[in-house]
């Protein structure tokens, strides 16, 4: 603990908390003349190019890290938060069924970021509305997006001689791109890390940016916000991240090996890995440069599983950590990876590789025993001239911050509207994102179970499932099976005041309102086929604190309705949960009928 207040820790995650947003309404107007040399007025990406990436807006970055909604199945009228009025709050505002950037994976961590409120239009003197402004990101290079920004732009310190504070159309703002979860858990710290630089790459495409641009954003970056962007290609990037990460990486951790028909790449695709060892080499290479004696090195996730060795090569001496947020299956799946050594020893580069669990470390263990032939024991790695230590250290939540945005009058008065509106209902909730992984479709198979086999349900239970995307690629072949269930069921089970299945995307309601689900509900469900930490989970029972109603969950804690595959599930504090196989629609819908029946003692027992 005491090094990490006297030493300076180099945080290294793929995207950083910050990202660039380019504006291109009249903020940027700023006469050529007063501009310094090394400052170009003209937009550094083609503005042909920005019109047809960028097409929608978000307003909601405290759900996820980003969003690309599948359309909504149920119809408008279904949404809790779209026509209820609060009685304190006045209509819902900022509040728009619209798709939003896609997200970076995160798979792993829940946000607990304060509620955005509505960007307001900035007016001229003669009160015309100017045009929204454009915010770009990486992720517009392969879907098309655009996002209002409701975040301060803050002024560049090397213009302080001008009054405007928006001398470019590029500013930075947070980023929804970014490690959400690995973000609070570095604040929640305190003065435990009084000295820190976060290493990443921006969220936006950066392939036309010029020398001075990025000159301009580095100063700002370092001095503003303790970090150093990492300068990667387009053509990089896609390779690297929805190439290699999402179509090889991501499906294989979760056990579900990719099929070269379905995702056009395979487990010995050799470009996309090319982009990943590119990336990962321009990472070292930024960290290296910047290197101080005594630096702590963490590195963070499947992004950057060759970064520790490529540092370690670079500097012998440095100290050098690991942390994988996901999951890491068995040798048997991941012996499947082409470049599984290559992996294998980027990792063991670290003198310390942390997972969420046990079972994950002692699939590592037994990884590296199989495929290196290493020793492996139970507290580590033996290698020649070393031994890195391996251990289990889960990320939680920010609790404090988390009881502060509980505290919100606004979660309140939502709270009294959604019990209104769902008087006598019992309501299931869960939050997951939209791929294959996350077994949203066999959550909605099993729920139609339940109301063919339970007809006292019908109409007495209401399943609001928040969806945060993923992937284009990963999300399609899920998104379209799960609208189709969706439909089904409500075309089978609704009336005019009822609709069993409600699909809201995090565009569709805010921090406070989602919190005002969690503390409504009457059971949280994850089904997850494979996940990390399902910290949604300890979100829901913190604002269950008085309630104490069950969860429905996928490995995850207490009273829930849980599936054995997440690995929340692996701490002896989740198992009084409803265990569920979420591949048993019908063991699923028994475990949801017995967690919406259960007795105010018994939930209270197992709670306890």
């Not at 006045?90 to 798979?107: C, D, I, T, Y």
């Not at 303790?226 to 990037?237: G, K, M, R, Y």
């Not at 507290?379 to 070393?386: A, F, R, W």
């Not at 309630?547 to 599930?569: A, C, D, H, N, W």
């Amino acid at each position: 603990m005491a090094s990490l207040r006297e030493n300076r820790v180099v945080i290294a995650s793929l995207f950083l908390p910050q990202g660039t947003v380019y504006y291109d309404d009249d903020r940027s107007a700023v006469d050529d003349i007063e501009l310094p040399q090394s400052v170009t007025k003209a937009t550094p990406v083609n503005a042909a190019k920005a019109a047809q990436r960028l097409k929608s807006f978000s307003i909601v970055d405290d759900l996820t890290k980003s969003v690309t909604p599948i359309a909504s199945p149920v119809e408008d009228k279904a949404n809790p938060f779209s026509a209820f009025h609060s009685p304190h709050l006045g209509p819902q505002q900022g509040v728009r069924p619209l798709p939003s950037r896609l997200p970076a994976l995160n798979a792993q961590a829940a946000a607990v970021l304060p509620a955005i409120t509505p960007l307001r239009t900035p007016t001229t003197d003669g009160g015309a509305q100017k045009k929204p402004a454009r915010r770009m990101s990486r992720s517009a290079s392969r879907s098309s997006t655009m996002r209002r920004s409701s975040s301060v732009v803050r002024p560049t310190p090397r213009l302080g001689f001008l009054n405007a504070p928006h001398y470019t159309p590029w500013q930075i703002e947070a980023s929804s791109h970014g490690n959400t979860g690995l973000f609070n858990a570095v604040n929640s710290v305190g003065d435990v890390v009084q000295r820190k630089l976060w290493v990443g790459i921006i969220d936006s495409p950066t392939d036309e940016f010029s020398e001075d641009l990025r000159v301009d954003l580095e100063l700002k970056y370092q001095s503003q916000h303790d970090s150093l962007p990492v300068w990667i290609t387009d053509a990089e990037f896609a390779g690297c991240y929805d190439g290699y990460c999402h179509q090889v990486l991501w499906p294989t951790l979760h056990y579900a090996v990719p099929d070269a028909p379905k995702t056009r790449l395979n487990l010995y695709d050799s470009k996309s890995f090319e982009h990943y060892t590119a990336v990962n080499r321009k990472f070292a290479e930024a960290i290296v440069s910047g290197y101080q004696e005594g630096d702590i090195i963490m590195v963070n996730d499947y992004h950057l599983m060759l970064l520790p060795q490529l540092i370690r090569e670079r500097i012998p001496n440095a100290t050098i950590g690991f942390f994988l947020h996901v999951t890491f299956p068995s040798s048997e799946i991941f012996r499947c990876l082409a470049a599984r050594q290559h992996l294998l020893r980027g990792m063991l580069g670290a003198d310390l590789i942390a997972f969420q669990t046990y079972n994950h470390m002692r699939h590592f263990r037994q990884t590296v025993n199989r495929i290196l032939s290493l020793e492996a024991v139970p507290k580590g790695i033996q290698l020649e001239n070393s031994f890195v230590d391996v251990q289990a250290l889960p990320m939680g939540i920010d609790l404090g911050s988390l009881y502060q945005k509980r505290k919100d009058p606004e979660v309140a008065e939502w709270v009294a509207s959604l019990r209104q509106r769902y008087a006598g209902v019992k309501l299931i909730v869960g939050r997951d994102k939209l791929d294959e992984v996350q077994g949203v479709r066999q959550k909605v198979q099993a729920f139609e179970t339940l109301l063919e086999r339970h007809p006292e349900f019908r109409g007495k239970v209401v399943l609001i499932q928040v969806a945060l995307s993923t992937t284009s690629e990963n999300q399609s072949a899920a998104s379209d099976a799960l609208s189709t269930a969706i439909s089904r069921i409500n075309s089978r089970f609704s009336s005019l005041s009822y609709t069993p299945v409600v699909l809201l995307h995090t565009t569709e309601l805010n921090f406070s309102q989602y919190l005002a689900l969690l503390t409504v509900a009457d059971a949280f469900m994850v089904s997850s086929l494979r996940e990390g930490m399902a910290l949604r989970t300890h979100e829901f029972i913190e604002c269950q604190e008085e309630r104490k109603r069950p969860l429905i969950l996928s490995e995850t804690k207490e009273m829930l309705i849980q599936v054995q595959f997440t690995g929340s599930y692996s701490f002896s504090g989740f198992r009084s949960c409803f265990v569920i196989n979420p591949y048993d629609a019908i063991q699923t819908a028994s475990a949801m009928a017995a967690a919406l029946t259960i007795s105010d003692e018994e939930a209270t027992t197992r709670w306890n």
